[in-house]
């Protein structure tokens, strides 16, 4: 039978109980001794232990965050140093704009924790939809397929959602990291028209189990033939045929395969179906637009 033939599929769009979605928190660096920091735009600096306004930081001027002991100092263009008397602050524009470190730009908010000898903990606060943003670019070419695109954007937020919720990195203060142990992200510098938009247009759109909630819907560049399974007992992963051609096995393996999303698409098939495929015993359904900010 032609895979054509095999992938028909029908699909529909299940909108169930409202489930609220939150900001993300992403771990943009650990263990730190010291962050340079800029802001395209004015912005300020806040104490979030007593929640006041500790200092202003000028346009486009490179500032050091260091850890002092048990708090944060900041050292600004002119080299002089202020110690914040705080070990949690911070720091949002004033305006419209972006924050920079680790030489890129940031939507959102940077929040600095010193844990004392195991330093600086830089994590950038921003709601779900901007992060993606930064998402689908870092981990799918942009000039792909659309509707290979807008899959990849779904499947992106709900493991965003999913790892928030399990809680794996919350000790650490943060919901995800920037890398492919969680999801690649390049913050708003990897931001491309066509991926941008594909976010758009599946705004707040994840897969769910009754039973489960938002599912963490794996995915890989190829997996060189046959997806793999990490846990028989979950349904909604099943071993498929990746249909990623040639391409070599990059990746774990698990769940969508990047390369088979875009020849799918390719082939004609939308957002919904490839993720038909690729997934199973699952609903679609859409988030709260309530986000924390």
Known sequence: MKLKKILLLFVSIFIFCSIRAEAIKVGLQTQAKELKIAASVAAEIYDMNKRQLLYEIRPMSIYKFKSEGNEISVINSDKKEYRLGTNMVLIRTKTAGYLCSKKAWYRGEFILQNWGNAGITLINNLPLE???????????????????????????????????????????????????????????????ETTTKAVEDTRG????????????????????????????????????????????????????????????????FNAYQILNYFYKDFKFAKLSEKWDI
């Open 205 to 268: 759109i994840v897969l769910v189990q009754d039973e489960r909630g938002v599912l963490p819907t794996y995915y890989h560049a190829s997996s060189g033939g046959q997806t793999k399974v990490w846990d028989s007992g979950s349904s909604f992963l099943q071993s498929v045929p990746s249909v990623d051609g040639n391409v070599k096995k990059n990746g774990h393996g698990v769940g969508m395969s990047q390369h088979g999303a875009n020849n799918l698409a390719s082939q004609g």
């Open 130 to 192: 901007e992060y993606l943003k930064g998402v689908v670019p870092a981990e799918m070419p942009s000039k792909w397929n659309t509707e290979a695109l807008k899959a990849q954007a779904i499947a992106a937020r709900s493991y965003a959602v999913a790892t928030k919720n399990a809680g794996k990195h919350s000790s650490k203060g943060f919901d995800l990291v920037d890398t492919t142990a969680d999801q690649a992200y390049g913050g708003a510098s990897a931001e491309k």
